[in-house]
């Protein structure tokens, strides 16, 4: 079993939809939590950062963390037809050296 | 320019062959890592370096090597490439300031081994 399990998708959702993603995780050491976007043909660039448990947002962005049930989650509000991309979340522990475990990532595709 | 650039960003070889993917970085960053990115499997690290003398394994090191020349520049070897190493392998830095620990990631080298 994965430490990090994430629904693959796709997930279509019409623009201006609230877009939901997901993560649960095994590991309960994993303290730091974050949301890479990837589009086609690119790297994964950071979207979100947090740390234990609680929420976060930046703009059209929140990030939940709900450490007693390991489960995190990034909402995406007004979605966009540029919204469209793979988002991965990944996890560390305090003491894993800055090693990252990634989720398999979630194919968005926002339709116009 | 890219903060980290991968070259080549394509390439396609035979079993057997020897293949480097090469990494230089303009971030200043001491931490470099090189991860491997399959179809449903996501991000897994390969090895990762915190400094030039510094080279550690990651979760699947087995099949290659690495070296790191200088604080920018970080190689990813395979010396006897095979079917199953076909995949989308990803550079990243970071500057391991503070716990973020966020990573920097280069444009990927897409590698098809026949």
């Known amino acids: 079993q994965k430490e990090v399990e994430q629904d693959p998708g796709p997930l279509s959702v019409p623009e201006g939809a609230i877009v939901s993603l997901n993560c649960t995780y095994s590991?309960?050491?994993?303290?730091?939590f974050m949301w890479y976007r990837q589009y086609s043909r690119k790297g994964p660039e950071l979207l979100m950062y947090?740390?234990?448990?609680g929420n976060k947002e930046d703009g059209r962005f929140t990030a939940q963390v709900d450490k007693s049930s390991k489960y995190i989650s990034l909402f995406i509000r007004d979605s966009q037809p540029s919204d469209s991309a793979t988002y991965l979340c990944?996890?560390?522990?305090?003491?894993?050296?800055?090693?990252?475990?990634f989720g398999a990532g979630t194919q968005v595709v926002v339709t116009p | 320019d890219a903060d980290v650039t991968q070259t080549p960003r394509n390439r396609i070889t035979k079993t057997g062959k020897r293949i480097m993917l090469e990494c230089s970085q303009t971030?200043?960053?001491?931490?470099m890592y090189w991860y491997r990115q399959d179809p449903g499997l996501g991000l897994r690290l390969i090895y990762y370096?915190?400094?030039?003398?510094?080279?550690n394994k990651g979760e699947i090191s087995d099949g290659y090597s690495v070296s790191r020349q200088a604080q920018a520049k970080f190689s990813l070897s395979l010396e006897s490439a095979i079917p199953n190493q076909t995949a989308l392998y990803f550079c990243?830095?970071?500057?391991?300031?503070?716990?973020?620990?966020?990573?920097?990631f280069g444009a990927g080298s897409r590698l098809t081994v026949l």
């Open positions: 370096s915190f400094d030039v003398k510094d080279i």
């Open positions: 947090t740390y234990s448990s």
């Open positions: 590991n309960s050491a994993f303290q730091y």
């Open positions: 971030k200043g960053h001491d931490r």
């Open positions: 990944a996890m560390m522990t305090t003491d894993s050296w800055g090693k990252l475990q």
């Open positions: 990243a830095t970071s500057d391991g300031a503070g716990d973020t620990n966020v990573l920097t």
